[in-house]
């Protein structure tokens, strides 16, 4: 009987992000130890419980160490990648001899101290389990990562779909590589290649070509040759000024490290063809979203949902200002992060009228607006996910408030930075989208996991925002000079 050492770190860095993450910026989001890892992802789709079914459907026995994740922020500080660095490495060194080690990691984490962050982890988690131990990581398709990570691991697997409806999947997939090369039935040999291309989250959806038709290639890959384990295609996090930064094609395969470099090799001149797609396409601006939008309203195409990809912070006041100036009436915004508007209305209670001022302190998120209305419902908010993405998982809100706006214009305000992913992410709230016209959303896809069945219409808007379709606008110091289309040899003037 294996005895298998589970954890998880995850955390996706936006380094533009004047916000540090903070431990409490993970306590916000989750953080558990030993065997409450089992018990609270036993239900939840996610890497974990694809370890957890896997491991106990082969006998093995599970040892939880710790798994925390924050919503995205700047740079994870020092204090905090210590601490849960620490708190895993030694919870490992109490349990006191493992068989293997399964972390279900990010990818794209940057901390103070290191721009690598994931391999750093698993460099420590090396130091402790020694050169023999398997080590096996998930990751998200976000990750930044090159071979400082595959140089320590000894497998990797990256989720193959955004939104990230297969992350039971992936847990399930690097559980089984760690079952079979502990009963000798499999030696991982692993080779990574990175395109060299930086790409917005925006373009990354897996439903839509360039990444369907990297994914299909991938697919093919793994169908044609038997010792074709997995292939990874993570066309990385953009909005992170770190020197792994972009896309990068992960291949595992049976024994045949030759094998291994030639499907990443081969995957990654596919990706550079297509580099323009990955990278660029316009996207229309605040006016023209809404004029889109109102449109697709008195063509019946409804639900519309305008999805506000390029806030990052969750307070844009963008897109909300330009549906006021344009009269648009029954909508719902889900939602403005606003903790200090939150609590001015929890003061005043429900069913009070209220003018505040909400929004609009981010560092390119526009003024803060002014919003009078009834306050239709006050309370803190932690829901469960029902949609395709996440099902079971909880996403906690902090304090909330809904506002009234009259002419059924509905805007939420939360005290933790909110993406909406299914109907929950209304309806906890007190509101019911399906007698809405108009939602707007913080989401560049993970809506679409539900909401591509369910809108009659999806527009995408790029606003100032620190999240732009256009990585063009941002200073970028660490990242390869190579990198398209942001580095520093595609600006100079040929
Ligand atoms: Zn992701």
Redesign the pocket.
Known sequence: MFRIAIGGLSH?THTFLEKRTTVGDFADRHVQYGPEIIERNRTVSNYIRGFIEVIEETGGELVGTVNAAANVHGYVTRNAFEKFTTEMTDALREAEGVDGVLLALHGAMAAEDYDRAEAEAVRRVRSVVGADVPIMVTL???ANEDHHLTDVADAVFVCKK?P?TDTRETGEAAARCMVATLRGEFMPAMALHKPGIISPSIFQGTDFSPMRDFRERADEWERVEDDVCYVSVAPGFGYADVPDVGASVIAVTNGDKALAEKVARDMSAYMWKKREELARRPIAGPEEAVQKARSAVQDGRCPVVLADGADRTGDSTHLLRQLMRQGAGNFVLSSLHDPSAVQFCQQLGEGSEVAVSAGGWGQASGEPIHLEGRIEFVGDVTYELTGPMNTGGTVGCGPSATLNLGDSRYVVLTSLNHQVRDAEGFRAFGVDPSDMDILIVRSRVHFRAYYDRVAGEIIEVDAPGMGPADLSGLHFYKIPADIFPVGKNWQVEV
Request: net charge negative; proline share 0%; aromatic share 16%.
């Open positions: 996706e998200d398709l976000h955004y990230h």
